[in-house]
């Protein structure tokens, strides 16, 4: 009974996903796809269709996404024209035909965006659409997006533009529409694209940012020692930190992290001692609750498995191994995480991206100061953009990005970068049971040999499954 008492969040998240898993599979007692059955499917229709998103640049054609008048939502691909091209809030009426998309080799792209709320994608040349009437979406998410692309638009203000604007945008505000397709490869390949997805690493970062510009540099530090003044302190932190959650878009990633940080918060300030398990699944259970297909977006299981494994593998290594000297320990202890996040991730980036990055310890070594230092610089940027010195910051930030792409295509052009490999859903299920029965096998100071046992049979289940011979979910 202590232990379920300690672990309260984690037995009501393991309750949550199984009704939820259940209601996938059989449909029963929750449909929880039944937004995405519609009578327009795969025929020719005219609907009216009310967009929600800036477009999205493609080589021949520009993507929206977009509510059609029943409720339900669709990806509109519209050809690109000389012509102005309808903007966010828009209301279209167009002539088209919604298909759901098939299966992409192993990967079932029609199930992958029912999973996201959305009945399939559709194309409408110049001649099949028209603009009948514009309409706002005052919805949280909507205002939250319109928020991020006009601080998106500053930058661009502030002299910074090409790939570099498209690289700072999602680094520091989670706006990824003008990435490039060749720096989203490289970000890929040589294991940086975490840094383009903000998650953990940048509130983390900003929450640091902001307690020591509250405590100006840590010199005011003693000030705080009064229960009042840690309140004030810790709820204005959370504050600014639910700011940028909002001018990021509240992605599942970044409102994992907010939970988690603004549980941490909490359980100090109420001089609570809870499981170090129970403010992630108290933010698993939160975003599942709003939204139960989280559980099938690919940020939120990278996510959370990152921080899961950096909870089970990264600190146990770290206190395994001594370390001694401070540059030593900042050094040994980034690759130890890294390492442990890579272990915790490795299965599913090998079903979703069919790769692995060879040289992940090496870019997280380089990458995430010069991720910090971005983080500032744009923020810097944005903050002083009423004056000259935002231009200077501008261009400042403009050079840094530029060496951090040179920094990540460098490491891309290395001999054996990645491991292309791809994973059928089971054989994922496999590879965890082995690194679970390899924790287990370390656990303690001695070595429990009979946990090989189920690393062995995990793997050979995993080659079944690869080969053909036996088929697990």
């Known amino acids: 009974m202590r232990w379920l008492a300690a672990h309260t969040w984690l037995m009501a998240m393991v309750l949550l996903i199984a009704v939820i898993v259940v209601s996938g599979y059989v449909g029963w007692p929750l449909n929880l796809l039944k937004d995405t059955e519609v009578d327009y499917l795969d025929r020719d229709t005219v609907l009216a269709m009310h967009l929600l998103s800036k477009g999205m640049e493609r080589e021949k054609s520009i993507r929206y996404e977009a509510e059609v008048e029943s409720g339900s939502r669709v990806l509109l691909y519209i050809q690109k024209d000389s012509l102005t091209m309808p903007v966010m809030g828009d209301v279209l009426m167009v002539q088209t035909k919604v298909r759901r998309g098939g299966k992409l080799g192993d990967f079932d792209y029609g199930l992958y965006l029912r999973r996201q709320g959305i009945v399939g994608s559709c194309w409408a040349n110049r001649r099949n659409w028209k603009v009948i009437g514009h309409e706002e979406d005052r919805s949280l998410v909507a205002i939250a997006k319109r928020c991020q692309y006009d601080l998106h638009e500053q930058y661009r203000k502030m002299g910074i533009e090409g790939k570099e604007l498209g690289i700072l945008s999602a680094l520091t505000l989670g706006y990824r529409e003008e990435l490039d397709k060749d720096v989203q490869h490289s970000f890929s390949v040589s294991g940086a694209m975490h840094v383009l997805a903000v998650s953990g690493l940048h509130t983390g970062i900003v929450w640091g940012m902001v307690v020591w510009l509250l405590t100006l540099g840590g010199w005011r530090k003693p000030l705080w020692e009064e229960k009042w003044k840690r309140w004030l302190l810790n709820l204005t932190a959370m504050g600014l930190i639910w700011v940028y959650a909002f001018v990021t878009g509240l992605s599942p990633s970044v409102m994992r992290s907010a939970l988690m940080l603004s549980s941490w918060a909490l359980s100090g300030l109420m001089e609570k ?64 995480v890294s390492l442990a996040a890579q272990i915790a991730t490795m299965p599913l980036t090998m079903h979703y991206f069919g790769q692995t990055s060879n040289y992940f310890a090496l870019t ?92 062995i049979l995990s793997l050979l289940l995993m080659l079944n499954i690869e080969l053909g011979i036996v088929n697990l979910l």
């Open 273 to 336: 001692q809870i499981s170090r398990w129970n403010p992630l699944c108290a933010a698993a259970v939160i975003i599942m609750i709003v939204n139960p297909l989280a559980l099938w977006s690919v940020s939120f299981q990278l996510s959370f498995a990152a921080v899961a494994g950096i909870m089970l593998m990264g600190q146990k290594m770290q206190s395994r191994i001594v370390l001694r000297g401070r540059v030593v320990r900042y050094v040994g202890g980034l690759l130890l």
């Open 364 to 455: 997280n070594l380089v990458v995430i100061p010069m991720a910090g230092v971005l983080l500032v610089l744009g923020f810097s940027t944005l903050a002083m953009s009423w004056c000259v010195i935002g231009e200077w910051l501008g261009v400042v930030a403009k050079w840094c990005t530029w060496l951090l792409r040179e920094v990540v295509e460098w490491i891309e052009r290395l001999p054996f970068s990645t491991t292309q490999i791809s994973l059928e859903s089971g054989s994922v299920v496999c590879l965890y049971g082995a690194i679970i029965c390899g924790l287990l096998m370390m656990r303690g100071q001695k070595i429990h040999w009979w946990w090989m046992i189920g690393v």
